[in-house]
């Protein structure tokens, strides 16, 4: 007996800020003409339950529009999967060498291919700013002594005293869950003589961070682009650089290449790794 499938795509699996696989952070992007119902593509994420999973719709070949799921809901800004929705893009689907994400409230994220492959991705500036008020779930969540707490749009930015916290800390999660939407990124400047702190990390960086997002079904992301658009900023304004390369220090580990640029935009480059090419039918 033949089986009608209403829907059948092609899905690929990157990961995301890494040049070796099992490392960085692995999105799932399916590129279609038009959208899947919301419904669906919730589902979907749900089903590869990675950190995000992207869906692109083709304007021409230059333009696209991008979305991106966590596996219980849309998210507003995801880097790592517009990484690897732009590595599959000009891999498979473009002979551009510069694309433009036209994205819901941010704007167009200008996003080029370098000649070894390194993907460069212009995003607009989410700085942080410093408070002084934050909710005392978040000192009881966190085990570490810290410096100072920024606050963006996104998420609270806590500046540690070391690396070493950095690497040690081991959060409270369901206290973070109860911050809800606002996520929680640790942070210190690398100030050790190391080259590399982790096994991971290959080359010398100016910062590392973690990242943690359980409110929306992501307990420790790997390596998150879109938090580096206020991270890079509030180290450049600390270190005095506008050149930085930024090592997000979870257990898969990423690394994160980012340089300041003019009416408060940032380019934030990484690489990317195919691990996996497959078929939906839905």
């Known amino acids: 007996m033949r089986i009608e499938w209403k829907h059948a795509m092609k899905m690929y699996q990157v990961d995301a800020f890494t040049q ?16 899947l119902a919301d419904d669906l593509m919730q589902k979907i994420a749900m089903e590869n339950n990675l950190s995000e999973t992207a869906f692109v719709k083709k304007i021409d070949d230059t333009h696209y529009e991008i979305r991106w799921f966590s596996p219980n809901t849309e998210v507003a800004f995801c880097g790592h999967a517009t990484l690897a929705s732009a590595f599959v893009l000009f891999q498979d ?19 080029s291919q370098a000649e070894d492959g390194k993907i460069q991705m212009n995003f607009p500036i989410r700085r942080a700013q410093k408070v002084t008020e934050y909710p ?41 869950q109860q911050l809800g ?14 080259v590399a702190i982790t096994a991971q990390a290959t080359e010398k960086y100016d910062c590392i961070s973690r ?14 682009g879109s938090i580096h658009t206020a991270i ?18 979870s257990a898969r580990g990423g690394v994160l ?19 996996m090419v497959a078929e939906l039918y839905l």
């Open 20 to 35: 070796a696989l099992f490392q960085g952070n692995p999105a799932a992007v399916i590129i279609r003409d038009d959208w």
């Open 257 to 275: 290449y980012c340089s300041l640029k003019d009416e408060e935009r940032i380019e934030i480059s990484g690489y990317g790794k195919l691990y």
């Open 136 to 176: 005392d779930i978040l000192r009881q969540a966190l085990s570490k002594p810290f410096k100072n707490v920024y606050l963006n749009s996104q998420a609270y930015i806590v500046e540690y005293e070391t690396v070493e916290d950095v690497l040690s800390e081991q959060p409270d999660l369901n206290l973070l």
């Open 93 to 111: 689907f473009t002979a551009e060498k510069t694309i433009y994400f036209h994205v819901k409230n941010l704007g167009i994220f200008i996003v």
């Open 181 to 194: 939407e606002i996520r929680t990124a640790i942070t210190a400047q690398n100030d050790t003589v190391d």
């Open 211 to 224: 990242y943690f997002a359980p409110a929306v079904g992501i307990n420790e992301d790997p390596a998150t």
């Open 232 to 249: 890079a900023p509030l180290w450049a304004d600390l270190l005095d650089k506008t050149e930085l390369v930024a090592y997000q220090a």
